[in-house]
């Protein structure tokens, strides 16, 4: 099922002739227009043209509950993050070379999330390029090379995060002073990913090769979702520190509140980080994204080194964030993460228990792992995972599947989700695994 | 003048006790929250809080003519664009794995300015993540490393991008498999360039490295803006080509019709890319860039290479996308970048041919170059460029400094710049060089 770019849930092109007229002509044009690498969800692709809330609609009106995207975090087409963008758009749009007051309150209330040791913010337009930034840093500061990641690693796609970015697959090589270590997982103790960290460290020393840094999606997300125990992170990072190396936390699916625990993911482990990148939910869907940084250890790079991102930091996007975080207080999205999330964990481990297909449930806050095996032998089983995707689709229920083996389910649904939309999804997905 | 960053008519921190008292804590409070890498623009900064048209405004709400910024391409907060940007805010803003017609509508738009054998586009969010994916199509095709560039190019910031900018200055180090040649310049006949790019070729291959890749901006704006003789790029793509690399067209500058004579840079040349990576002005400000292809060249690459970026191509961005290649239309911004661009050349050379101080003046359309020398020698002097830099800002006519040794004005305003613009900067330099 999965094509040779391993993408999860990719509609895949040889069967196009399978969709009705006027979809198929869409798809066909875009692969004419955007060429190859561009691919769909679903084996039978949504055509969206409206959102609002955690509703997108398609061309024929009907609604859709978004379970999947994190991006339009505090809900599709908020009101007050839309105002926020015409304002700014009608009003002055530039760059970070003039003096502007807009983009320091932002940078003073983003940093005031943060533990104090991390005061310094750069921004950037996306996940990507913060993380490019973050290793820059890393590499700069420490003079070494060397990075440490998990398995199924996902950073980014500019050439250097794709070296750190296993998930990409086969064809995509890891770079040579990468090095890769198994994601958290079931038998893990507090110390376990710290002691594979130590080995990986010290082989890469044994290759003449010095670390930079240990990088990690605090939520462990393309590895399937890994948020147990809690706090196994900080004594990866005094491995990391006591090797001359930097801890990068890669906040762009945990961040802003996602877990329900904190606003960021690291702060569940009690670790604190030298950098940490953020990204996605960060202006609700305008490109903004960023580095948090421990100030000593910009010094020098930025004294030495010009970075300049034409967008990154632009008034239009950093208006849009602010309205974000404002979204994020006023409504308690985070407390609303962990609420509900746990509402959702609840139901999907009732779902669970009778149904021998299903091996593992883990979530944290509004993110969650639905792991689909083989009854006979308990193996990953990607086929069945990716027909539930569809089947809820079907439904008019979106969500995604992740992990090695594409084989979890992978539920993310915007902030503002609720009980009733809960009751949804688990209808849907009930009803789905009645007829698969 | 120049900093450790070797950043042209940035900021001095050691001179910010100079400011006014509530300039000095703006520029403070920046350097305290966003970090040293952060520069600002002038001696004394400029604290801007609305933009409409060519004009930007101060907090005190006075007027400065913006002869510099070629990102609001069709002026500051263009109403059009503005509008297209809050309408689709409030409709849909998501990624490209749903089918959606605006993106195919405003690719097949885009793409019907190019030459017919560029047939695809792939979108990203900035420049830098533009050329760096231009830079991983070019060695995946290839199977090739080497990349070919001028002597002071800038292609971009992220750590690929970085490896091929020379004028990020000597912290930067360029990759190992990177060669460089001489820019255009005085002297140069048609196949000058194309006979130090086979050169540099050749050492390429004799240290055992192959070709990838020639890229660079076709007005060569780092390098000091280089345009004529318009044709000299068509031999260097040839001679590429019969290296087995590809010619990679930089249009982040020259593209969307700043030239006046072509909506790209390489049209004036004769040449046709394999691939052209466009940015700043494509989104008025918005941050959206992307890659046009020869379908041939993606084809491998996507088929095996997933590649998603998030925000690339997403609906706010492309709607304002839309909205730029409209105005462009309707405003006959191309044709006014030609006339007023070619009266500002006139009036720049007339302010010149008295002026001793004055070496050289370049432009095409509207981007100009004016070359500040010693008068004894001839030697370039950045000094002097930089005091007209900043006595323009005093009299409210923003513009910056270029080329290798920050000597020459780079005047490159958005382009529905006027001849009373013109006159209005005319009036600022004279004035300016009067009194220095």
């Not at 509609?11 to 690498?37: C, H, K, Q, W, Y």
Request: charged share 20%.
């Amino acid at each position: 099922m999965r094509d040779t770019a391993t993408m999860v849930n990719g509609f895949d092109m040889s069967s196009v002739d399978a969709l009705d007229p006027e979809l198929r002509t869409i798809v066909e044009r875009r692969a004419s227009l955007l060429g190859p690498a561009y691919k769909l969800f679903y084996r039978n692709p949504v055509r969206i043209v409206r959102g609002e809330g955690v509703h997108l609609y398609d061309a024929d009106g009907q609604a859709y509950l978004d379970a999947y995207n994190n991006v339009p975090s505090v809900g599709h087409c908020h009101p007050r993050v839309v105002e926020a963008i015409a304002r700014q758009a009608a009003t002055l749009n530039t760059h970070t070379r003039y003096a502007s007051e807009l983009i320091l309150d932002y940078a003073e209330r983003l940093l005031g999330t943060y533990p104090a040791s991390i005061g310094n913010v750069m921004f950037t337009c996306t996940g990507s390029e913060a993380v490019d930034l973050a290793l820059r840093i890393a590499r700069f500061c420490t003079g070494a090379d060397g990075v440490v990641i998990t398995a199924n690693a996902y950073h980014g796609v500019t050439a250097a995060a794709a070296e750190i970015s296993p998930s990409l697959g086969p064809a995509v090589p890891l770079g040579r002073a990468v090095w890769t270590v198994a994601a958290p997982g079931p038998g893990d103790t507090h110390d376990s990913l710290a002691a594979r960290v130590r080995t990986a460290i010290a082989d890469m020393n044994r290759h003449g090769v010095r670390l930079a840094a240990f990088i990690a999606d605090t939520l462990f997300s393309s590895d399937g979702i890994r948020p147990e125990p809690a706090g196994f992170l900080r004594p990866v990072a005094d491995a990391v520190r006591a090797a001359g190396g930097l801890f990068i936390a890669d906040e762009v699916q945990p961040g802003f509140g996602r877990t329900g625990e904190a606003m960021w993911g690291f702060q569940r482990h009690g670790a604190e980080p030298d950098l940490a990148v953020m990204g996605k939910p960060m202006g609700n869907g305008m490109p903004i994204a960023g580095v948090a940084a421990r100030p000593e250890i910009l010094q020098e790079f930025g004294n030495k080194i010009r970075y300049f991102n034409t967008f990154g930091g632009n008034s239009v996007c950093v208006a849009a964030a602010a309205a974000v975080l404002d979204v994020i207080e006023t409504e308690g999205l985070r407390e609303n993460a962990r609420v509900v999330g746990g509402y959702l964990r609840d139901v999907l481990e009732g779902i669970a228990k009778d149904e021998p297909r299903i091996g593992a449930v883990r979530a944290c806050g509004l993110y969650a792992a639905v792991d689909f095996v083989r009854p006979g032998d308990g193996e990953p089983d990607g086929d069945a995972a990716l027909r539930v995707v569809n089947g809820l689709r079907e439904r008019r229920v979106l969500i995604s599947a992740t992990g090695p083996d594409g084989s979890s389910l992978k539920i993310r649904p915007p902030l503002p989700f609720s009980r009733p939309d809960v009751d949804q999804l688990a209808d849907a997905l009930t009803a789905t695994l009645r007829t698969r």
